[in-house]
Structure formats: C-alpha cells, structure tokens
C-alpha cells in the first residue's frame, strides 16, 4: 500500500464533516484487477474560502465538495478546483441539487454526484470509484512519462551508436573512391569489415524495433502452441555459422517435445538473443548448452556458456535498457544494450522471469522461466 489519498471534506455542517471522517477514517480501498490498495487521511472545511486557501496551498487527491455554502458557493470552489494542476477529482454531495445547478457542475467538471442524506456505504462507494479513476489517471500519466523517456533514449542511443560505425563505412568507401585502395586483397579487407558494421547497424535497429513495439502495445499478438524445442534448435541451427567462427560446441537438450502457448515470434526473440550473447561472450573453442524444462506449469529455458562471465555487480543490472558491461574482456563487442532487456520484458508478459548466474572467466547461465496458461494479450511497458 503507497501513501494514503488525501480528502478534503467542503461542507458548512459539521456533523456532514465528522461522520464523512469516521467513516473514511479505517476505510482502505482495494482494487486486485489493477494491483492497487490505499487507505485515506480525511481533512476539512467549513466554509468555501478556506477550501480555497486550501486548494492553492496544497491540493488535496479528492474533493467532497458541498454545493450550498456561504460565502463563496460549491460552484466557484469546484473552478478553483479544476484549475489545480493536476485538476482535482471533485464529489459534489448536496440536498439542493436542481436539474440547472447539476448540469452547470457536470459542466465545469464534477466526478460523481453524492445526494444527502447518505449512508456510510454510499460514501465509501463514491470515494472507491473516484479513486479507481484517479489510480487509473495517474497509472496512465506514469506509463505515457516512461514511454517518453523510453523513446528520448532510443533516439539518442540510435544517434550515438550509428554515428561512429557510419562514420568508419563512409571512411573505407572514401577510401575506394579516392584510390587509396587499389589492391585486391585490401579491397576485400574493406568491404568486409564494412559489411560487419552495417550487419551491427542493422542489428540494432531491430533491437530497437522490438523494444518500440513491445513498449507501444503496437505488436499484434498471435497464440498458439510453440514447441520450444523446435523453436531452440531453429535459433541455434540460424546461428550456427557465427558459433563456428569461434570453433564453439551447440547442443540442446532434452530432443523431446515441450509446447507452451505462446507468441512464436516472441519465443525467438528470447533465445535469439541469449545464443547471440552466449556465442559474442564466449571463450574461442567453448561450448554453447540449451536445457528446456517444465515444472508443473512452467515452462524454464536455460542457456549456459562458458565465456567471459559476470561479476555480481555487473549482473546484478544486466537486465536494464541500455546496458553494456564494459570491461577489458568485452572491448570490441558490438552490442545495443537492449536485447536482454526485451528478454525480461517479454518473459514479464509471460508471468515469469528472466534471471543470470555467473562467474568471471567460467561461464554465465541464463535462465527464463514462462509460465504455461493464457498469458496477458497486451505488451507490458
């Protein structure tokens, strides 16, 4: 449960404002279909001058809000109200309401309208559904700020790692076109390490594409049953040329079937991008292991190397956008820092986990578990 809601009771009645805080007082709200609990500090006013003075020193979340009081009325306090920045969610609770006075609120913002007399459950029905909107509200703002930070990050890690590999291809075809490279084997040498910083380019922007589709909930979503270890041995048997490069051993196991309802394409994200990393991390002459389990209903992919491993403090924030552990073991290795990030993302959205056992110089193992059901139909930020 985060900080309890702060609500400002607007009423000339004081016996309307002390049985509002005894009822609001031990109430605690809880809302398990958006993972949501809190309770509430009542405050009051009497009048509408000091609800707002109350309003422009320090807002409250939810405002019980009389619509007869003397001095200045209901309908002023409710525009000071939504002038507040964020504008304050307002329950008009009144005796006198007319069909002119309560379109005139609903007009100038009103929530929720709470007639008098009430009973405790009724204004322990209007505070919950003003503060599931309010929850929701906010939750929304939360997400669209992450996005935006989210997409502020791919554009300047977009920029800052295309700027150099782009700068070294203009370089060698300069090169070529000036005549400075004239002999077979050197041209061949340029083209082909031009060739690999294109293919990281490229890499990258897909990288990128994942995590932007994942984050939009933009990624249509198609279930069916996956056998994950057809899909494992797919993903191992595409990157078995860059394995042998480094004369690395690729095995999975067990041979047999295991199907999990899943989103295919997702699934070979996952080991895409933990074979990339276990074949780029790993020591020349080493060897590559896949394990797929199930335990009751989970499913549990594993992928074990035994390359340059991990310290804990560099394990410990692998997992986060735009990290490269970068050591003297690691110099050299392209990498956008993204792909084990979307690893945890997805497993997320599978109610389960990604997670990394490691030891320095012996070898790391990456463990996703995914949990076997219907999983969530729309991407988790």
Do not use: W
Not at 45 to 50: F, K, L, S, T, V
Not at 258 to 275: C, D, H, K, P, Y
Not at 325 to 348: F, H, Q
């Amino acid at each position: 449960m985060g900080q309890p809601l702060r609500i400002l009771v607007v009423d000339d009645e004081e016996g309307i404002r002390l049985g509002v805080a005894r009822v609001l007082e031990k109430f605690v709200a809880t809302f398990p279909d958006i993972e949501a609990e809190t309770s509430y500090v009542v405050e009051a006013a009497a009048d509408g001058e000091e609800a707002v003075e109350r309003l422009r020193v320090r807002p409250p979340d939810i405002l019980l809000l009389d619509l007869k009081l003397p001095s200045i009325g209901g309908l002023d306090v409710l525009k000071e109200a939504r002038a507040v920045d964020p504008p304050v969610l307002t329950i008009m609770i009144t005796a006198y309401a007319s069909v002119t006075t309560a379109v005139e609120a609903t007009r100038c913002g009103t929530f929720d309208f709470l007639p008098k007399p009430f009973t405790p459950n009724e204004i322990k029905a209007a505070v919950r559904r003003a503060t599931r909107d309010l929850i929701l509200s906010r939750q929304a703002k939360k997400l669209a700020a992450e996005q935006r930070r989210t997409r502020f990050e791919i554009i300047r890690v977009l920029v800052h790692e295309l700027k150099a590999p782009l700068g070294v291809v203009e370089g060698y075809l300069g090169s070529i076109v000036d005549g400075v490279v004239k002999d077979e084997e050197t041209l061949h040498r340029v083209v082909k390490r031009s060739m690999a910083r294109i293919q990281g380019m490229r890499q990258l922007i897909l990288d990128l594409l994942d995590v932007t589709r994942l984050e939009a909930g933009m990624k249509v979503r198609e279930f069916s049953t996956v056998n994950l270890v057809d899909v494992a041995r797919e993903c191992m048997d595409n990157l078995r040329a860059q394995a042998e490069v480094k004369k690395l051993t690729m095995e999975i196991v067990p041979g047999a079937a295991l199907g999990l309802l899943a989103v295919r394409a997702e699934i070979e994200i996952i080991l895409n991008n933990l074979l990339t990393n276990a074949i780029k991390y790993n020591r020349e002459g080493g060897s590559v292991r896949v394990e797929v389990a199930r335990h009751d209903d989970v499913a549990e992919i594993a992928v074990r190397d035994t390359g340059v491993g991990l310290t804990r403090e560099e394990a410990a924030k692998l997992f986060g956008d735009f990290v490269r552990i970068k050591n003297a073991k690691t110099r050299g290795i392209e990498g956008s820092g993204l792909g084990l990030a979307t690893v945890k993302r997805i497993a997320g959205m599978y109610h389960g986990d990604a997670t990394v056992v490691s030891e320095p110089d012996k070898g790391s193992t990456f463990t996703v578990t995914l949990r076997a059901g219907m999983p969530d139909k729309k991407a988790e930020a």
